[in-house]
């Protein structure tokens, strides 16, 4: 290991140190002054679909300029629940504004609500079917702000997706899907990439066996995942060519093809890393700045290990308890 890539480990080390810190700062975000902003500043209605209608929340920045970089977060829930508009996944759009994007918070149809199984595996075809709908009301969600891009100030070449469980499962199919040109991706212009993903706890649906990227390659990708993690599974549940590959398998990937990306590993942590939005609020910013804006090819894993970022409940729970019941 160069000494290089040493200075980029030690820096993401003394970041995920400062984040239990950075978590309890201001709730209002910088910039704020402290000011009561509306949760979100304005709701579109972007697909209609035969069981509903689809519809996005956009977080604007206060200034003046004409275009953005977009953060498009795509909420967790098992794919059986909406939290579109939870406490803390509002807060982290409109940090995420105050930081100088436009923040969209989308929604998507719940394929698993109502399943029941025991595992995730028992419930493969179900589980798939769901993933898909979500991914294609993804791109439903970015094909609606790719066109009216002009009128939401957003840079369309800047798109960064971002996801928590559920939600960074889909975003991650998303542009698994994307990079294989797909059908569900029949949308998107040719030639179009994500500029980044953000991944807190999720992983990727393939018939095919391991993960590959035929006609482009995945776009730069931040990972944040529990070691321990039950739910989503943090290395892959494979049954022949079919298997749910999660942020270990997938890095072996990225690494193998020299992908970009950085990957936070957090030592004995369960599902509750898909809630770090927040936690994790300078790790993300540093990593958009660097592999999105700079375009940074780089490759940097680290295993977080920090008793200062203690859970009072460690999401310990499994397939069963969701879909058990």
Request: net charge negative.
């Amino acid at each position: 290991m160069g000494t290089e890539m040493k200075r980029f480990l030690i820096t993401i080390m003394i970041l995920a140190l400062a984040a239990g810190a950075a978590a309890g700062q201001d709730k209002q975000g910088a910039g704020r002054d402290n000011q009561v902003k509306p949760k979100w500043d304005m709701e579109v209605a972007f697909a209609a679909r035969d069981t509903c209608e689809l519809s996005m929340d956009v977080y604007f920045p206060n200034d003046d300029l004409d275009t953005h970089p977009c953060l498009l977060f795509v909420y967790g829930g098992g794919f059986v629940e909406n939290n579109q508009r939870e406490k803390s996944i509002v807060e982290y759009c409109r940090r995420m504004a105050d930081a100088g994007f436009v923040a969209v918070a989308t929604d998507y149809r719940l394929g698993l609500k109502g399943v029941k199984s025991k595992n995730l595996l028992s419930m493969a075809g179900n589980l798939e079917e769901a993933i898909k709908m979500a991914t294609e009301d993804l791109f439903s969600a970015v094909d609606y702000i790719r066109t009216y891009s002009s009128e939401l100030c957003i840079d369309p070449e800047k798109i960064i997706l971002a996801g928590s469980s559920a939600g960074a499962i889909t975003v991650l199919q998303a542009d698994y899907e994307l990079g294989n040109r797909t059908s569900l991706a029949a949308a998107m212009p040719e030639g179009f990439r994500f500029a980044g993903v953000i991944s807190f706890s999720g992983a990727v649906f393939s018939r095919k066996g391991k993960c590959e990227w035929t006609v482009q390659p995945p776009a730069p990708t931040l990972f944040l995942h529990g070691t321990s993690d039950e739910l989503v599974t943090y290395d892959k549940i494979k049954f022949f060519n079919m298997g749910f590959f999660g942020t270990n398998s997938l890095v072996e990937r990225f690494e193998k093809f020299d992908y970009p990306y950085m990957c936070l590993r957090f030592d004995s942590r369960y599902h509750e890393v898909a809630a770090f939005m927040l936690t994790c609020f300078d790790q993300a910013q540093w990593f958009i700045d660097k592999y999105v804006f700079q375009k940074k090819n780089w490759q940097i894993d680290a295993t977080v290990s920090d008793p200062e970022m203690d859970i009072a409940k460690p999401w310990t729970f499994t397939a069963k308890d969701i879909y058990g019941k």
